[in-house]
């Protein structure tokens, strides 16, 4: 197999970070549940992942500039996990961007935001919509992608200056896009390659239909990630196609490389990850592999420079 083109410069858009010590993260001290993760058993997870530990996992990949994604920490801390990772920043060049976390449904959401907002680099905002369990599965309409609160809380987003961090699974695409149609003034980026769990025909043609939905709508971007399944390997076999697809649904202009991390190390490494990425994007001229790696996570989420102290 021929040796990719690898990049030459890195914005890794989609990561975590957490100190356990003087923090609370549940899902990483007393309520451990493989069951409800996402890549089930994640032991390797519970214990502290630093700036250093991140740099590590890199292998001499030359990331030069990266965006957090809030951690699940205990949700009345949300406003201390900002602060914490703003110390991060000065000590140690990263992250450049943050995606915090506010409860966009709350009576008091202007106030959360307007507090995440006053921070430097605050961009975004995730806040997880209520998910059936497996498709068709039933759903109580409160905090759901149906619940009435949803557009008016994304207008109030929107009008903060911040984006939205979008997470569901493949089989609430279509449900986004209908929401989104809505509020049009609001930027947005799809985690984790709308996570197309289910890699049978069937599943694989309902992943493809919500992301064409969310992909007519300009204002969505995607993250190239996370594409770990439960149940078998990572391998480019499995997951080579799913990116090329994304890129020709999105266009390059609107797809960012993350590699989310540390959870992903539990499928893959760093480097290999890279190099798997380098091969889905082969086929791009040398500017659009340049905008999936670096220019566009930079523009979308207003890095200001490429640093890493």
Known sequence: MTPPELPTAIVDAHHHLWALEGAHYPWLQEDYAPERFILGAYEP?????????????????????????????????????????????????????????????????????????????????????????????????????????????????????????????????????????????????????????????????????????LAALPQVHVKISELGLRERPWTEADNLPVMRETLDLFGWQRCLFGSNFPVARLRIGYAELVQATARALAHLPAAARQAVWHDNAMAVYRIARSATA
């Open 45 to 213: 997870l519970c214990r502290d992942y630093r700036p250093a530990d991140f740099r590590a996992d890199w292998q001499g990949m030359p990331v030069v500039a990266s965006v957090h994604v809030e951690a699940e920490r205990d949700r009345r801390e949300a406003l201390a996990e900002t602060q914490w990772l703003h110390q991060q920043h000065a000590a140690h060049g990263l992250p450049g961007a943050i995606v915090a976390w506010a409860d966009l449904l709350a009576p008091d959401a202007n106030a959360q935001l307007a507090a995440q907002a006053a921070m430097p680099l605050v961009r975004g905002i995730r806040c997880k919509p209520t998910t059936a369990a497996a498709p068709g599965a039933a759903l109580p309409a409160a905090g759901s992608l149906q619940d009435p609160r949803w557009p008016a809380a994304l207008q109030r987003l929107a009008a903060h200056g911040l984006l939205w961090d979008l997470r569901v699974p493949y089989w609430h695409l279509e449900e986004a896009a209908a929401l989104l149609a809505q509020v049009p003034p609001l930027t947005v980026v799809l985690e984790h390659t709308g996570l197309p769990w289910d890699r049978s025909a069937t599943g694989l043609a309902s992943w493809r239909r919500g992301m064409a939905a």
